[in-house]
């Protein structure tokens, strides 16, 4: 059973990169009240739950800016029902827009004290309410696995108001000093859930349209269950100093986006495209070793029929760039899925 302590509120501290710089060594975490304006997020999360409601995701008899969600069509990433309806929502340009904006490359610039990148890959999540036969709550992880390269600090966001009954983040406080921590397979991000017992303290709260949750990449966290009627739709980018390498895969779209040209497609403006073109960025490649380690797990769980690998599986199917683990993959996807 999880015990929550509230946030330690570093919104006075906004333009002190110094004070803001002790408290991520300190904690692994910032959080912070109105970091960008309560309009601009309030737009893009209504640009977001009108391209919800086309697809089916939202409930008809509830108006679209309540974003009630239709249960019947609950899903998760990575499933292909929910892809198809995430593409259009990842490539929207004024969600691209947020995450550069020049407010929180100043901030990240202060806390760096050199220039910061924002990679150009991103996430954003929408989460469906839990039911008696859906739950997609993201278990307890790590990003560092997933991002590679030098050190880089997450920005989370809700699309929103978000109380924790909608299933706002929570982070260990401290846990950060224990370095990376091994994994087994689960609802975390990419697949991973943390194996062993979590350090430091866990600290959550509400968040309101234009909050932001910083942390580093070490820092375990995970989402509370989403308890509301309304999807929960939220998005997280990482920033690291633009003097240090970045690992290759932030360079392309969220896994089954398509390629930048596709996405930017349908903008009606340049801004916020390949921004980072004329930047001198190194990039180095992803440690795949926690991936091997995490799909050498996914296989056996599923040759053993544990339909709990299936997303793991699913990720493999979609993603690696191994055409014989794809296969393999494949086949057992087949088997669990035929019982």
Known sequence: MFQYEPFRDSTGHLDDGEVLRARLAEDGYLFLHGLLPREAILNVRARLLNKAMEAGWLARDSAVADGVANQ?????????????VFRGLWADEALHRLRIDPRVIALFGRIFCERALAHPMFVQRNIFPRSDVFDFTTGVHQDRVHIGGATSHAMWMP??????????????????IAGILPTKVGSGAGGMDIAVPIPGTWVTGDFEAGDALIFRDVTVHRALPNLTPSLRMSFDARYQKLSEPMADVNLVPYAGCGTWDEVYAGWSGRVGQ??????????????????????????????????????????IVQRDPLPEKRERAERLLVRLDAG
Request: with cysteine; aromatic share 10%.
């Open 274 to 315: 390949y921004y980072w073109k004329d930047l001198p960025i190194t990039t180095v490649p992803l440690d795949r070793s926690y991936y091997d380690q995490r799909d050498a797990m996914a296989f056996e769980m599923a040759e053993a029929g544990d339909r709990s690998a299936r997303d793991a599986i699913l990720r």
């Open 72 to 84: 019947a069509a609950a899903c998760k990433d990575p499933e292909p029902c929910y892809m198809s």
């Open 159 to 176: 699309l929103g108001d978000c109380p924790r009954e909608m299933g706002t983040l929570a982070v260990a406080a401290g846990s950060h």
